[in-house]
């Protein structure tokens, strides 16, 4: 009986030796091209919502003037996403860039007056699936009031732009922050 025991409290403290011995991570480590990224695409961001500020003519800020920035965005986004839902313990992370990329969708319909109020139920899950659509169309598959052909000459709105882009900002900012505070947390290990 006591040769059981014996046993039982030194495999007990081997496990325990060995769980202290192997670090925990809740989290992903450090990711320059994710920060990358997101950095650049927080400059893209900035740079998109500066032109539609200072635009003289209200027919600068046409949708059809900023098609390259959310064809650009679309691409950006979904390397992001492929890249952070590679690494392992980026959950958080991921959860950022999906915000990221539900509002740039929503950004883009706004900015084609493709919807009329914000998004919800079925057009929001529309939007959360397909992404942003960077076509000169409004499409209901895309998360759209309507189906309609051309709209390439409508404007953002200034209030809306501004909301916009606090939202965008905030969303970019975080994975940035996580980020680097993984590569600080990272650095204190490493000393």
């Not at 635009?55 to 996403?81: M, R």
């Not at 952070?84 to 959950?91: C, L, Q, T, Y």
């Not at 009031?145 to 606090?166: E, M």
Request: glycine share 6%; net charge neutral; charged share 25%.
């Amino acid at each position: 009986m006591m040769n059981i025991i014996y046993r039982r409290t030194v495999a007990a403290a081997l496990i325990m030796a060995l769980a202290s011995c192997a670090p925990i991570e809740l989290v992903s480590k450090y990711d320059e091209q994710t920060d990358n990224i997101a950095s650049a695409m927080q400059k893209d961001v900035d740079t998109f919502f500066v032109k539609i500020d200072t635009s003289i003519v209200p027919s600068e800020a046409a949708f059809g003037n900023y098609k390259g920035f959310y064809e650009k965005s679309a691409v950006d986004i979904q390397t992001l996403t492929t890249r952070v839902g590679a690494i392992p313990g980026n959950g958080i992370t991921m959860q950022q860039v999906e915000t990221v990329r539900e509002n740039l969708a929503i950004l883009a319909l706004l900015h084609k007056g493709c919807v009329s109020k914000i998004p919800t139920g079925d057009q929001l899950m529309k939007i959360r699936t397909k992404g942003i659509d960077a076509s000169i169309a409004c499409r209901k598959d895309f998360g759209a009031d309507n189906d309609l052909p051309d709209q390439s000459k409508h404007i953002l709105l200034s209030g809306v732009a501004d909301v916009a882009h606090g939202l965008i900002d905030q969303c970019l900012n975080a994975i940035i922050v996580f980020e680097i505070g993984k590569k600080r947390g990272q650095t204190a290990k490493a000393k």
